[in-house]
């Protein structure tokens, strides 16, 4: 058990709609990271979050979003689902903030667009 | 672009031995080089992870080497197991969070 906690397991959903996935850090962990996980692509960093800031960004869509709140838990939204948007939804966590520590994956969300 | 190239896809080897997957990278600036196991159903666990000052690190039956020179990084399994039979993925990483992931190699280790 990583202790990265990550709700749902699966959502579906149709296309156009909008859905919240919610992870809970590692205790003690400041750092969340999203990552989009599809069969034709592997694992593909979307943002990164540090004690609430954004910190750093990668392949994240405009309507795609994500925050984290105060209790250091954090929130990917994800708008006007299309198709291509089906895929596993990671999160994970680190200590601090720099890229070169441990990363600590939940079990994913796996998004349904039908 | 892809950054991280991880090479095989995927590998089949037998009970007792060795099973060899290597990562090549462009961007110099990475400065982290994890490796992760993926079960299905699961996410990514981190396995073993080398910094560029290093030229080999070995965790039980798990050691990755760094060629800083060819910019490439490998994992060894030692006497691969049934239950190694997994998704395995290397990653590199900048300075500031961003890590960039190989597409996988799906190892199955038969008994």
Same mark, same amino acid.
């Given at each position: 058990d990583s202790g990265v906690t990550q709700t749902p397991k699966h959502l579906i959903t149709a296309t156009g709609q909008r859905v919240t996935l919610r992870c809970s850090p590692r205790s003690g962990d400041l750092s969340v990271y999203w990552y989009q996980q599809s069969l034709d692509q592997g694992l593909q960093f979307l943002i990164q979050y540090y004690n609430g800031e954004e910190r750093a960004k990668g392949n994240i869509l405009e309507r795609f979003s994500a925050q984290q709140f105060p209790d250091l838990h954090s929130e990917l939204n994800l708008s006007s @689902?299309? @198709?291509?948007?089906?895929? @596993?939804?990671?999160c994970a966590s680190s200590v601090g903030d720099e890229g070169n520590q441990p990363q600590h994956f939940g079990d994913g969300t796996r998004l349904s667009i039908l | 672009q892809q950054q991280v190239?991880? &090479? $095989?896809? &995927?590998? !089949?080897?037998?009970? =007792? =031995? !060795?099973s060899i997957i290597n990562c090549a990278y462009e961007n110099t600036a990475f400065d982290y080089f994890p490796w992760y196991q993926q079960f299905p159903g699961k996410g $990514?666990?981190?396995? !073993?992870?080398?910094? $560029?000052d290093v030229s080999e690190k070995k965790e039980g039956r798990f050691t990755t080497s760094?060629? #800083? &020179?060819? #910019?490439?990084f490998s994992l060894h399994i030692m006497d691969s197991q049934p239950g190694d039979s997994a998704t395995y993925f290397c990653a590199a990483s900048i300075p500031g969070g961003k890590s960039t992931f190989g597409d996988g190699t799906t190892l199955t280790v038969k008994p």
């Open positions: @689902l299309e @198709l291509g948007d089906s895929a @596993l939804y990671f | 190239k991880q &090479s $095989p896809q &995927s590998l !089949i080897v037998q009970k =007792g =031995g !060795i $990514p666990a981190l396995l !073993i992870a080398i910094r $560029p760094f060629n #800083k &020179s060819a #910019k490439q």
